[in-house]
């Protein structure tokens, strides 16, 4: 049986070794390119491909764009931290590996796997042979990997959430978040294996990312973390809870602001459910005392230039509950509420304070006409049409109603007991004139 014969040196298709060898070069996938390991960095061979990952028709062209040297095929952007590399990495070996994005004619950005080797030849000539590979998708990969590691990161962080990541085949488990903290101890195999989801046995080899670190060198600065509302498609708010990094690099430019915006509606409307019963009169649906006192001094502390204070009472209230009991009592009161409701402006603070006695904050309003109608509008109150029948004893108490006013014209600061007090004695002049009637006391 006949020996198989060993392929031969020579190329089959008739051409030289060194005609193939050319070819070769020419035609390998990648730019393939020998400079001089010197300070200047001539090229003096660059491959056709190199040339025309470059941008480049020939190597004229490429020539103008680069200088002819190393140095100018890489992008401006990257070039120091380049030759950097290569001068650290060739201080420990002969071999070199860089990422960097080509300097091209059209500005297009493509990112290359530079692999080099340092020769020295035979006269003494020190010189780098290197093959570069367009990685610019790779690259790319590999930058939104690290923006979502860092999202995942920086989002867990901001919700005091922990995230854990578990890789079947190893054990491997990747926990993102302060969960000693939070659980005051470290993570078991049980806190993340909580019921049987397949039927391979787990056996995990757990690891914590501290993201205390990754707070740090965000600052308090750059973080916003606040609630607030967004029209919805039927014109009421949505509310949400916004919170947001900047990132910045070493020389305080803003790079990246990352955030996430959390759905907190829900529990929003039940905190305002329970701060309006906790705000409101359960029998008018008005502002309390003490609600209605907050908004009142707080709107005196804020500067408010001008205002009107009124005290409303209902007369002789004793005697309807005396004669029809109190259920028409409660009913004058919710119909009092309706018609002070109805009178004043929607920012107008109107509470019952207690009792008979109702009153109404109207920031901005000051002496002269407007004031003197909703003055006379008041005192009629919501019986004076039930009042002007034709005399005839009405069904239910039609009560009269009597005010009680302090305005502040501007100029002056003033405490909410200051206005109080200057309310409460024209009410009672107003009383002792005979009651269905108003009296307005200006402060300074």
Known sequence: MAKPQHPSAEPISGQSASEV??????????????????????????????????????????????????AGLVHPDDRQHVLDSIDEQISHGDTDSVVYRLNRADGRELWVDDRGRHVVDAQGQPWFYVTVVDVTEKVADERELKRARERMEILTALSNDVVFDIECATGNAQVFGDFADRFGRAPRQDD???????????????????????????????????????????????????????LYDDDGNAVRHVGRLLDTHEMMMRESQFRRKAERDSLTGLFNRSAALNRMDTALKSGTPQFTFFLIDVDDF????????????DRVLVELAEFLTAAMRREDVVARLGGDEFAVFANGLAPGPALDRIMDHLVRGPFAAQRATD?????????????GAACCPGGDEVTFEQVYALADEALYEAKQAGKAQSRLRVVG
């Open 21 to 70: 060898f050319r070819d070769f070069l020419e035609h390998t996938p990648g730019g393939l390119f020998r400079y001089h390991a010197d300070a200047e960095g001539a090229i003096d061979f660059a491959s056709q491909e190199l040339i025309t990952m470059m941008g480049c028709a020939d190597r004229a062209e490429f020539d103008a764009l680069t200088g002819g040297c190393f």
């Open 192 to 246: 993340f294996v909580v019921r049987r989801r397949c039927h391979a046995d787990c056996h995990l080899k757990i690891q914590v990312h501290d993201l205390d670190q990754l707070m740090e060198a965000i600052g308090d600065d750059s973080l916003v973390d606040f609630e607030t509302s967004t029209e919805g498609p039927d014109g009421e708010p949505v509310w949400f809870r916004y919170q947001s990094v900047v």
């Open 318 to 329: 004793k005697g309807i509950n005396d004669t029809y009991g109190h259920p028409e009592g």
């Open 391 to 403: 005399g005839s004893a009405p069904a239910g108490p039609a009560p009269s109603i009597t005010v």
